[in-house]
């Protein structure tokens, strides 16, 4: 099932630690290992692969030439963050990216997927988005998500296996079950590039993310490609934190966003160009406020949990999954049929920097 020597020199290198949540044991992949991607989880007789790295093209006058020979199916991607549900021993699970099981999306997900899927098809994982404005990982939202959160499939693998079931089985599936989905866009020819980036400047015009591309092809290639707007809301949501991220990231970001708007015709105007930079400020002038008057530069969030005892183990799991950023919980409160979960997330090296330079602190550069 799996290659036991390999996994003997996973865990050797640190490449694989040992996880609990509950009763439940398993192993996680921390790090991508030969062929083996980063989140890769092995129970006692089961494998859930993580889920693979997706290449990025910046041109698609070109990118689609060079990168696809087949018509390829395009859907939206989503703005949230990435889990793979599934059953295991009878209940139902979500895994992060990084292969943690997640307590919030876990708690979650049954309001979403009929458990009869599983039921009948226990040997296959959904790959979903969880997206919405009341998610405790991100800051981001797609727009037509006004609350709370939604779930959407947009691909389906199998347990034990690497790769992905076919595309059009993957409809069916969603077709029979009801399942909660992106949004597909259809089948696109290579040469149907002009139908392409209008889509694209219509999902950028709405305030969406952009696109995966799939190649409708035995070798399932794909490509991902974002819109101007989703690269400048990145800079703006994440700004107020800038020590917490790596220069790459906004430098690649920009570069994006520049080529976006030099392929589409965008204006490059005054506009543009104070969008850009209000994007970068407005964050660090709300961290200077906030360490002014509150001492901290900090995030707060809220989440809604069906059980209680659920919302105070992801307490627990986010708390220990930075050492840059503090997590306190604010408040735990019934609301309806939920329990109502805020807490907030203080970002250490920016509340540290701008606490020292505001109090007269130098220096060197």
Sequence with gaps: MFDTDLLKEAIKRNKVRSESYGE????????????????????????VWGYPHIGRVFQLSTGIREQFSEPFWVEEKVDGYNVRVFQHEGDIYALTRGGYVCAFSTD??????????????????????????????????????KEDIKFFLFDIMVKNKQGFVPYREKLRLIQEYNLPSVETFGRFEPEQL???KTLLRRLDEEKREGV???????????????????NLNDIRITSINMLGLPPDYYT???????????????QKDERLYRD????????????CR?????????????????NRDRALLFLEQIKHASTHIQVNQLSLQREKDFWLLEFEKVFLNMTGLLGHLLSGGSMID
């Design 24 to 47: 439940l044991e398993y192993l996680r992949f921390t790090d991508d290992f030969k062929e083996v991607p980063r989140g890769t989880v092995l129970f006692k007789d089961t494998v």
């Design 276 to 287: 850009i930079g209000e994007a970068f400020l407005s964050g660090l002038f709300e961290a």
């Design 108 to 145: 979650r997900v049954l309001e979403f997927v009929n458990q009869a899927f599983f039921e009948k098809h226990p040997e296959l994982v959904l790959c979903m988005e969880v997206a919405g404005p009341e998610n405790p990982y991100v800051e981001e939202s797609p727009p037509y998500v």
């Design 194 to 196: 002009e139908d392409l």
């Design 252 to 266: 690649n970001r920009l570069l994006r966003l520049a080529l976006f708007v030099e392929e589409e015709g965008l």
């Design 212 to 230: 995966v591309l799939k190649e409708d092809s035995a070798r399932d290639k794909r490509l991902k490609y974002i819109t101007s707007y989703a």
């Design 290 to 306: 906030m360490t002014r008057e509150e001492g901290k530069v900090r995030r707060v969030f809220r989440c809604r949990f069906r």
